[in-house]
């Protein structure tokens, strides 16, 4: 059985190029509600990343678990 306790967003944007390779700069924001779906998590972090000067390049959901039997 899984139960899972935290639930966090991971903006991943755009760092540029350095030394030819993409750098990728991150935020995360956590305490993101357990019942948030896959969408409503997109959508969030699309709209966090518009006030962002860099440009988006993936929204990651975040999970805690607990594992038992």
């Known amino acids: 059985m899984v139960e899972i306790?935290?639930?966090?967003?991971?903006l991943e944007?755009?760092?540029?190029?350095v030394d030819g390779k993409q750098k990728i700069?991150?935020?995360?924001?956590?305490?993101?509600?357990?019942?948030a779906t896959d969408e409503?998590?997109?959508s969030a972090g699309e709209l966090?990343?518009?006030l962002q000067e860099k440009?988006?390049?993936?929204?990651?959901?975040?999970?805690?678990?607990i594992i038992t039997e």
Do not use: F, M, P, W
Not at 13 to 17: F, Q
Not at 25 to 35: A, G, H, R
Not at 55 to 65: D, F, G, P, Q, T
């Open 48 to 50: 966090i990343s518009g």
């Open 5 to 10: 306790t935290k639930k966090s967003l991971k």
């Open 25 to 35: 700069d991150s935020k995360t924001y956590s305490n993101i509600s357990l019942s």
């Open 55 to 65: 440009a988006l390049i993936n929204v990651k959901r975040i999970e805690e678990a």
């Open 13 to 17: 944007l755009d760092g540029g190029v």
């Open 40 to 42: 409503n998590i997109l």
